[in-house]
């Protein structure tokens, strides 16, 4: 079933400016800035600007545009952060099991540290 967008969702207000954030980038589909509660050195939230509730809400609705803009973005904000070497990593969590906190769309952008195994163990 498909998820509601809730308008008054942390980012959303960010968006409207009704809240303030570190910005790092901004284009037409998208938005990044620094996670209030940064787990490495660089903690980069990348964003669409549409109200997009997950992954799984973004890759079913939003356009060609929408989609290449966000990842197009996503490299660009690891490119300027200086982290493409010695690496980077990206993580979206969609959702209750993937402990899903904010409900918009957003990608972790995680950097300048040793960032250790994928996943911890269950
Ligand atoms: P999630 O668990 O939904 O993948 O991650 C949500 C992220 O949003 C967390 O890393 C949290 O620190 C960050 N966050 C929550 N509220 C705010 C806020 O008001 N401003 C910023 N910049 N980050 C936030």
Not at 27 to 44: G, K, R, V, W, Y
Not at 62 to 71: D, N, P, R
Request: glycine share 8%; net charge negative.
């Amino acid at each position: 079933m498909a998820k509601t967008y809730d308008p008054n969702n942390i980012f959303a207000r960010i968006l409207r400016g009704e809240i303030p954030c570190k910005k790092v980038m901004e284009t037409e589909h998208a938005l990044a800035f620094h996670d209030i509660n940064p787990q490495a050195p660089t903690h980069i939230l990348v964003i669409p600007k549409g109200p997009y509730v997950d992954m799984d809400d973004f890759t079913a609705k939003a356009s060609e545009a929408e989609i290449a803009g966000l990842f197009r973005a996503v490299g660009e904000v690891a490119r300027q952060a200086g982290a493409v070497e010695p690496g980077y990593r990206i993580l979206s969590n969609c959702g209750a099991d993937a402990h899903q906190e904010v409900p918009h769309l957003h990608i972790h952008v995680f950097a300048g540290r040793d960032l250790g195994r994928m996943l911890a163990k269950a």
